[in-house]
Each structure stands twice: as C-alpha cells, then as structure tokens.
C-alpha cells in the first residue's frame, strides 16, 4: 500500500527551469528518500533526508522536509532534457520502505 | 562492484509455467527486497528479508515463493500465475534497512 501522495502527477517545463515536486505522507517516519526512474528501468537512489533533518542539498538538488505538515519537497535546479523521468517519494517507518504515486517530469529541450 | 543485477531481463510464461527470477549483489548489502510494479504505478512491496531472513510478506498469493540461499542471491520462484500478475519486478538491496535501497533494472513479466 502506498505511503507517500506526490503533486503535481506530471510537470511539464523548458530545459534552465527549476522544478519542485512535493510529497505528502500520513505516518511517522524514521527517512525519507527521492527515486528516480526512468521509462520502464529500475529506480535510482537520488537523497535521503532523516526525520531529524529539514533540509539536504546533492549537486542540483535540494529536498527539505517538515515533519510537522508531513511534508517534503524536492527542487531540481537548471533542469536539463535528461532529467526526464518519473520522481517518486518513498518513506520509511519502523517496518518498510513505501513508495508515492510519483511524479512524471518531462523537460523539453 | 555497486550494483543489483536481476536476470532474466524479459520473461514470457504460461499460466502453468513454472520459472524463478534471480537478484544479485555483492556489496555485502545484509537486507533484499523484492517490489512488483505496474505501468504507471509506484513500486509495491512484496518481500522483505533480511541477514537471510524473511522478515516481511505483505500478504503476496503463495503462487510467489522467495528465497535467499545466501547473502548476496534472491530469488523469487513462480509458479501457476495469472495474467494480472505481469508487471515489472523489481528486486533492491540495502546495507540495512534503514538505509537507502540500490535497484536492479527488474525484470519484465508477461503472463499469457
């Protein structure tokens, strides 16, 4: 079952532009963590951000998380036509890791 | 070597088949997972293991039998599926299960 709710479901922007996705989730969590995925492959580890931790940068990335709203957002910086993809929040309890419905962001060059 | 490889790549079965999907890793990595996943839908979890455990079956039909020879194989055997069951099955890996999960490029299953 799923944990985490991603908006928008699909993103649409010019190559140079920033994207933000967000993601919501409705239980505690020990992390959170961003995957990447292109068509039809497996998913890529992008950054993980613990409970304790509200704001984490990797290269052109920037997630933060606010506990409190269970809430978290990941910024692509200076999108470029390969960072087409789907985007999927996934969280972390005691038990599992569960995954968010994603968001699919297309950047056209 | 920091990778999952999953093979076969591409599986066509009968529904009265039987075939078994395999996961490797060799980064020492003591959790697996095996995820199903359809088009356009997040990936769902089906089994846990972890140190050679299963420790998580989130109520996968027995017609699924995972299994973990060792702490670096995964496999996951299949027996009488059903059409609805083709999807992309993904198998990861982590150094623990709080950490982050490494992928393998899954395998594509088509039931007919």
């Known amino acids: 079952s799923q944990q985490g709710e991603e908006d928008p479901q699909a993103l649409s922007i010019q190559e140079g532009e920033n994207a933000t996705m967000n993601c919501s989730y409705k239980?505690?969590?020990?992390?959170l963590q961003w995957y990447r995925q292109n068509s039809g492959r497996g998913l890529v580890h992008l950054i993980l951000?613990?409970?304790?931790?509200r704001e984490k940068h990797s290269g052109r990335l920037r997630v933060t998380l606010d506990t409190s709203k269970k809430s978290s957002s990941l910024l692509i910086t200076a999108s470029r036509a390969a960072d087409t993809a789907s985007y999927f929040c996934?969280?972390?309890?005691?038990?599992?890791?569960?995954f968010g419905a994603g968001t699919r962001l297309t950047v056209k060059p | 070597d920091t990778e999952v490889t999953q093979t076969p790549k591409h599986l066509v079965m009968g529904m009265t088949n039987k075939k078994s999907l395999k996961c490797e890793q060799h980064?020492?990595?003591?959790?697996m997972y095996w995820y199903k996943q359809k088009a356009k839908k997040p990936p769902e979890l089906m089994f846990v293991?972890?140190?050679?455990?299963?420790?998580i079956n989130e109520s996968v039909p027995s017609r699924f039998s995972p299994e973990c020879p060792n702490s670096s194989l995964l496999n996951l055997h299949l027996h009488a599926l059903q059409p609805e069951d083709s999807a992309l099955y993904l198998c990861?890996?982590?150094?623990?299960?709080?950490?982050?999960?490494?992928f393998g490029s899954g395998t594509r299953l088509t039931v007919v």
């Open positions: 996934a969280t972390r309890n005691n038990n599992d890791m569960r």
């Open positions: 980064m020492g990595h003591r959790a």
């Open positions: 293991y972890s140190y050679e455990k299963l420790s």
């Open positions: 951000i613990r409970s304790n931790e």
């Open positions: 239980t505690s969590i020990n992390n």
């Open positions: 990861a890996s982590s150094p623990s299960r709080a950490d982050g999960y490494t």
